[in-house]
């Protein structure tokens, strides 16, 4: 038996109509064995927004137009999250080499790129960028205490400002673009 454990219901229509719906879905779940959560069902206004899967997903005013679309970026635990791993593997072990350290950081950091790539997520992806690389320099300045930033600078950044050692370089989540979703409704059956 398949079921989806997450999902989301959009209604045109008041909130009235929206927890009719609700009664109705519980109904259909309940000759399932399934039920809905009342502490994780949400039923919110698209302008209030709301999270799901590490989107957030709410509407706004395009910036300099009267249009509103709805938006989808990543929400604000999904970056508290990434932000906390990166921390951690920036605090874990001051002994290692820069180039563990880099293979350690970039799945990480190439992996949640690539989830949130299909969303407005230049703001976080560059916020993210800052981070890391204000991380990595930290981790850089605790193992070299006495030297100087134009030391740490020559020796682990080949000739910019760029964390890199040998072969590897960190991976930079602000030069990650960003992919629009594109309609593909008439190709999924060749798909499956």
Known sequence: MRFADDWCLMVTGTKADAEALREQITGVLSTMGLRLSQEKTLITHIDEGLDFLGWRIQRHRKRGTDQHYVYTYPAHKSVKAVTGKVKTLCRQNRNLTLE?????????????????????????????????????????????????????????????????????????PGAVKTIRYRYRGTRLSALT
């Open 100 to 172: 563990v350290l880099l293979h350690r950081l970039n799945p990480l950091l190439r992996g949640w790129t690539t989830y949130f790539q299909s969303g407005v997520s230049s703001a976080a992806f560059g916020y993210l960028r800052a981070y890391t690389w204000r991380q990595v320099f930290r981790w850089l300045r605790r193992k070299h205490p006495h030297s100087t930033w134009k030391n740490i600078r020559r020796r682990f950044c080949n000739g910019g400002w760029w964390p890199a050692e040998g072969e590897v370089t960190l991976f930079n």
